[in-house]
């Protein structure tokens, strides 16, 4: 698959000023499946031009529309450019959908916001935060006026790449101009202070969400839930939890979850394992997230027999569910069985951290179980050949 990109005409090319051009049998022959756009050539009208849908997915397809019409001096309508920076970025490309959007700015093009709105988007699925910015900061000082969910998507973009200063700062330029906000945005924020252990000023956010009317949904619940459970205010979350009640919302495997890390936080294991034995009567499809919670704390709090006979009784277990055991069987000096869940997860196609193998290595060299270390160090060869 090509991966050229949008290039500017010159040397050889500059110089024939040939090539296929955009000529006027060139709709003809693709009928199908097609995005019309009028151009016009000069003061002269020139027949639509036609850019098929499926060749705006490649680069080098882009490219050979942009050389077209530049070679031809064509001036296409800002649709066609939209269309094409769009299929680029659904399909990957967004590396060259820049390069297009820079190649069109240095040719004189003007984009319109749905031209930036298209490239920020593109630009953060694929986890380009930086250059999602510098779209924005550009988007601000064209004249256009970037919406809130334009903010917005970059904003938990950066979030979401653990980018947390980045992200609050976009949440504060948005403050200083004036934006409002939705339950979407404030959560967005309050999870990322709560990520960062700046309680406080999730609680800011939080009272700012309440005193602003912004009505609450389930997922607002549950970002105020994770919250105060952070914080140990177990009886503020119990509050909230009457309160979804009376509002008619009916709790989800979220907020179980966050509710039974909340206790396992605050030392109440008894009452975290009832709450799991609940979610188990409810039938919730999910309940790796709210075990794994369970397991962890439990070994932290020096009870990890408890959590082998929880692990034994899980019927999916995860990557996070073997390192947190391997982890602390190591810390309780058990090497021989981290050394057995160890080999279990990389039976399992399992990823263990390297620092997680090594201690297991190396516990099991110190406590004079050579043949084992090998064993184990044969296990984790041969897992990574199967790999």
């Known amino acids: 698959m090509s991966s050229v ?37 000069d003061d002269g009208a020139l ?20 050389q077209d019409i530049v070679l031809n001096n064509i ?25 297009l959007f820079r190649n069109l700015q240095r040719h004189g093009f003007s984009p319109e916001l749905i031209t930036y709105n298209i490239l920020i988007n593109g630009l953060c699925k694929s986890g380009r935060w930086r250059a999602a910015r510098m779209i924005l900061k550009e988007l601000g000082e064209s004249g256009h006026v970037p919406n809130a969910i334009t903010y917005t998507t970059v904003m938990k973009c950066c979030f979401r790449y653990r980018k947390f200063e980045e992200g609050l700062d976009i949440f504060l330029d948005m403050k200083t ?34 005193g602003n009317g912004i009505e609450l949904d389930l997922v607002s619940y549950n970002t105020l839930i994770n919250l105060y459970c952070k914080d140990g205010k177990l009886e503020d979350v119990f509050k909230l939890l009457d309160e979804i009640e009376r509002e008619g919302l009916e709790c989800d495997k979220y907020t179980h979850t966050i509710l039974i890390d909340g206790l396992c936080r605050a030392g109440n294991i008894e009452r975290a394992q009832q709450h799991l034995s609940y979610m188990n009567d409810m039938d919730f499809d ?46 309780a000096r058990r090497f021989r069985q981290a050394s057995k869940l160890l080999i279990s997860s990389l039976n399992g196609r399992m990823k263990i951290l390297k620092s997680a193998q ?9 406590s004079g179980f050579t043949r084992d270390a090998k064993k184990l160090q044969s296990e984790i060869r041969w897992a990574k050949i199967l790999r």
């Not at 050889?12 to 019309?36: F, M, V, Y």
């Not at 939705?182 to 709560?194: N, P």
């Not at 090594?358 to 110190?366: D, M, S």
């Open 75 to 99: 001036s296409p309508c800002r649709a066609t450019f939209n269309t094409m920076i769009n299929g680029l970025c659904k399909n990957g490309y967004t590396d060259n959908a820049l390069m």
């Open 177 to 210: 101009k004036g934006y409002t906000f939705d339950a979407f945005a404030y959560c967005t924020v309050i999870g990322a202070l709560v990520k960062t252990e700046r309680i406080e000023e999730a609680y800011q956010c939080s009272q700012q969400m309440v």
């Open 286 to 331: 999910s309940k790796l997230v709210a075990f794994n919670c369970l397991i962890d704390r439990l070994c932290k709090c020096g009870y990890i027999d408890h959590a082998m006979k929880l692990f034994e009784s899980m019927e999916l277990k995860d990557s996070f569910t073997y390192a947190s055991l391997v982890h602390n069987l190591c810390k």
């Open 5 to 41: 990109l949008p290039w500017e005409p010159e040397g050889e090319i500059a110089e024939s000023k040939k090539g296929p051009g955009l000529s006027r049998d060139w709709p003809a022959a693709r009928p199908n499946r097609t995005i019309r756009a009028f151009c016009s050539i």
């Open 47 to 66: 027949p639509a031009v036609v850019i098929p849908d499926k060749e705006v997915r490649k680069p080098d397809e882009a490219n050979r529309v942009f």
């Open 358 to 366: 090594k201690a297991v290595i190396n516990g099991l060299r110190a």
